[in-house]
């Protein structure tokens, strides 16, 4: 007769089946069950056990492979993208808009979209240009985004550009007292009311 012994503290130990790859597929098997949701029916003891088919283990591993460009590209991870990443992103899509000096040859890609697969980094300053090239603290800025906004001759540019549009929009002199049909009657009319 097999002895009880008293168990102190909690003790167990899961019911686990034999995995065998290579069999067949059993009949009993619930066609709606994927690899990674298991009903409770089919848990042991509310745990999760891989899966006997060599198929859906294989998808489960591929799936816990994180999001790399591969060896060549040195395993470089994708990011996840913040609201002030994808910012960034955009204003180095446009910015050939940003300066008027400078000119940049038009991307390879004409799509909105943006690169899955990046980095970012900070630009490190070697000694000898200390004086010439350098940001100064009151300069420095945690985004690209803050850095352009805070830049007077950048704003300088971009008011002037603005004003020039407006103006070259704007009807001038007596034009825009002319008589241009049944347009001008509909928006007298609309003031009128």
């Not at 019911?15 to 994927?34: D, H, I, R």
């Not at 690169?115 to 004086?131: D, H, L, M, N, R």
């Not at 350098?134 to 004003?163: A, M, Q």
């Amino acid at each position: 007769m097999p002895e009880n012994k008293p168990v102190i503290g909690l003790s167990w130990e899961p019911k686990l089946p034999q995995l065998s790859f290579g069999t067949k597929k059993s009949s009993n098997e619930v066609p709606g069950a994927s690899a990674v949701y298991k009903p409770s029916s089919e848990l042991m003891d509310g745990l999760f056990v891989p899966p006997n088919d060599p198929k859906k283990v294989n998808k489960l591993l591929r799936k816990q492979i994180k999001d790399t460009t591969g060896k060549n590209w040195f395993d470089m991870p994708a990011p996840t993208i913040t609201p002030e990443l994808k910012r960034d992103l955009q204003l180095l899509k446009l910015r050939g808009a940003m300066d008027p000096k400078r000119h940049y040859k038009k991307s390879g890609s004409k799509s909105k979209t943006l690169p899955k697969y990046f980095q970012v980094g900070t630009v490190i300053e070697p000694a000898s240009e200390y004086y010439s090239g350098r940001l100064t603290k009151k300069e420095r800025k945690t985004t690209l985004t803050e850095e352009l906004l805070s830049d007077r001759k950048l704003g300088e540019y971009r008011k002037r550009k603005v004003r020039e549009i407006e103006e070259r929009n704007r009807p001038g002199g007596v034009d825009k007292w002319k008589n241009r049909g049944p347009q001008s009657r509909k928006r007298a009319k609309q003031r009128r009311h």
